[in-house]
């Protein structure tokens, strides 16, 4: 039934257009964490001049996120996962990010 309902949901437009893609670059940056810290790594010792120190592991990350943004497999799951997201906080009311925060973190 979900998988349904998944298929008639009408998306708004700021719906495909700007909270998709903030998931997508979310995902994308847990994919790419390692390319993500080496960045941070390099910017964080570089100082001012991590313009021209950074570029190699700058252009390195650019190029891992661009592969994931323009993925359309990608979209599409990111894509699915919202509408379940949406379809839950209809059926309870409860954000996702709220549900998650809830969980117990040992057990």
Do not use: W
Request: hydrophobic share 35%; with cysteine; aromatic share 6%.
């Amino acid at each position: 039934m979900e998988a349904a309902n998944a298929e008639e949901i009408q998306l708004r437009h700021v719906e495909t257009d700007v909270l998709i893609p903030k998931m997508m670059r979310e995902k994308a940056k847990e994919i790419c964490a390692e390319k993500v810290e080496a960045f941070n790594h390099c910017c964080k010792e570089s100082g001012f001049l991590m313009v021209l120190k950074c570029r190699e592991e700058n252009a390195a990350l650019k190029e891992c996120l661009t592969i994931h943004y323009k993925d359309p497999k990608f979209f599409e799951e990111c894509k699915q996962e919202y509408i379940r997201e949406k379809l839950e906080f209809e059926q309870t009311g409860i954000p996702a990010k709220n549900r998650k925060q809830k969980l117990p973190t040992s057990m």
